[in-house]
Nanobody, 123 residues
Framework: QVQLVESGGGLVQAGGSLRLSCAAS????????VAWFRQASGKEREFVAA????????YYADSVKGRFTISRDNAKKTVYLQMNSLKPEDTAVYYC????????????????WGQGTEVTVSS
């Protein structure tokens, strides 16, 4: 069992930055791949970024590539999403999720989810 708690969301102007954190419980965090997804109002939850167990491989949606950076600190059991050059279209609730071993870009393949943190980007 893994519990996830996201934090760091808020209101920011377009062009600004935020850093989201996802803190995990459990002793085997380093054996999980982690991803961030987001869900805007009235839309489906979509993949944003993912990172492998050891942090050596990262994956991004085209819409955030070059602006967002995912990283992890396994000693702290925390994954981060640094979001720069934010746009109004980045407004959404951001969720972190984990799955054992390998990274996957498909939402349905993630086992545990946090409750989400809201990001609002004003124009």
């Amino acid at each position: 069992q893994v519990q996830l708690v996201e934090s760091g969301g808020g209101l920011v102007q377009a062009g600004g930055s935020l850093r989201l954190s996802c803190a995990a419980s459990g002793r085997t965090f380093s054996t999980y791949a982690v991803a961030w997804f987001r869900q805007a109002s009235g839309k489906e939850r979509e993949f944003v970024a993912a990172i492998s167990m050891g942090g050596g491989s990262t994956y991004y949606a085209d819409s955030v590539k070059g602006r967002f950076t995912i990283s992890r600190d396994n000693a702290k059991k925390t994954v981060y999403l640094q979001m720069n050059s934010l746009k109004p279209e980045d407004t959404a609730v951001y969720y972190c999720a984990v799955r054992r071993l390998s990274v996957d870009l498909v939402r349905a393949n993630y086992e545990y989810w946090g409750q989400g943190t809201e990001v609002t980007v004003s124009s």
